[in-house]
């Protein structure tokens, strides 16, 4: 199983951007992919998550309708569409097999993807 982030970079406040997680290997489509964010100095906090099968998706509170997580079965990928982006944004955005961070083994997080917002 591998997930590799992609598609951060540098925005002006109330921009977007559309961070894209490959994903390959999986023999089943039973499974949940979150994507994650942390800023310097914070913690790790859970931003989006999907179920593959249903496409049930969950988003933390600060979202508050900016956000959608959306599952291009054809491309492979776990994309996040960020948009009305703000300073509070920006991080470094991972994803994973999992909806919550304590779920996620600690070697096992990739290089992420940098989201960047200007003020």
């Known amino acids: 199983v591998q997930l590799v982030e992609s598609g951060g970079d540098l925005v002006q406040a109330g921009g977007s951007l559309r961070p894209s997680c490959a994903v390959s290997g999986f023999t089943t489509d039973d499974y949940a992919i979150g994507w994650f964010r942390q800023a310097p100095g914070q913690e790790r906090e859970a931003v989006s998550c999907?179920?593959?099968?249903?496409?049930?998706?969950w988003y933390a509170d600060f979202v508050n309708g900016r956000f959608t997580i959306s599952d291009h079965t054809v491309e492979g990928a776990i994309l996040l569409q960020l948009n009305r982006l703000n300073p509070e944004d920006a991080g470094t955005y991972y994803c994973?097999?999992?909806?919550?961070?304590?779920?996620?083994?600690?070697?096992?997080w990739g290089q992420g993807t940098q989201v960047t917002v200007s003020s």
């Open positions: 994973a097999v999992a909806c919550h961070v304590s779920m996620v083994p600690v070697d096992s």
């Open positions: 999907i179920r593959r099968i249903d496409g049930n998706a």
